[in-house]
């Protein structure tokens, strides 16, 4: 069955810096790539997504990047915020139902 | 444009008790997904309604169980609850004609089994 990676588990970055979490996925039918952001206590929400027949999508400072032949793809934040500090997870999907990474804890020091 | 919502919010039950959650899924959406949280964990799928079937699932034992209604909210039984049933417990709805479609998650209910 499918299996998704998930690195860091824990990343720190000063205000202002981007920020890159990276994911690889096994099972080469799988194409479709959300990333979801859970804050402390509250609900997994979808912040930006990706089919596999795109390499790259951005919407205002994250941008997601898949490369299908490695079987890896990245979300990226640039001009990190204090909001943004919060659990991301990758996920992917081949068919209805989602196989999640394990989650990067996302740390923003001022 | 109500969201997905999710009743209760917390449980606290025994082992080998049974336990009834319920969603609500998003306007327009047909499609509920269930999901367990363990602390500190990403979701793990339990399965999937679709048109009041169960049209996938996940690596859960037959304890857990569902059902979708006409109105497409969903319903999820535990039986026989066991103490490594705590945890957070999340719906998500879709729109299910195809596959691989953005699922919107509710507030989850926390179960707490002691």
């Known amino acids: 069955g499918e299996n998704v990676e998930q690195h860091p588990s824990t990343l720190s970055v000063q205000e202002g810096d981007s920020a890159v979490i990276k994911c690889t996925y096994s099972?080469?039918?799988?194409?479709?790539f959300p990333w979801y952001k859970q804050e402390l206590g509250k609900r997994p929400q979808l912040i930006i997504d990706i089919r596999s027949n795109v390499g790259e999508k951005k919407d205002q400072r994250i941008a997601v990047t898949l490369n299908k032949t490695a079987k890896h793809f990245s979300l990226h934040i640039t001009e990190t915020q204090p909001e943004d500090s919060a659990v991301y997870f990758c996920a992917a999907s081949g068919g209805y139902q989602l196989i999640w990474g394990a989650g990067t804890k996302l740390i923003i020091k001022p | 444009d109500a969201g997905v919502t999710q009743s209760p919010t917390h449980l606290i039950k025994t082992r080998g008790q049974q336990v009834t959650l319920r969603c609500s899924p998003k306007s327009g959406h047909d499609t509920v997904s269930w999901y367990q949280q363990a602390l500190g964990q990403g979701p793990q799928f339990i399965f999937q309604y679709y048109e009041e079937e169960e049209r996938q699932r996940g690596n859960f034992p037959d304890r857990f169980s569902g059902h979708q209604f006409p109105n497409y909210s969903s319903e999820l039984n535990v039986n026989a609850l066991l103490l490594g049933d705590s945890a957070l417990y999340l719906c998500?709805?879709?729109?299910?004609?195809?596959?691989?479609?953005?699922?919107?998650f509710g507030p989850g209910t926390r179960l707490t089994v002691t």
């Open positions: 099972d080469s039918a799988s194409n479709y």
């Open positions: 998500a709805s879709s729109s299910g004609t195809g596959l691989s479609y953005e699922q919107y």
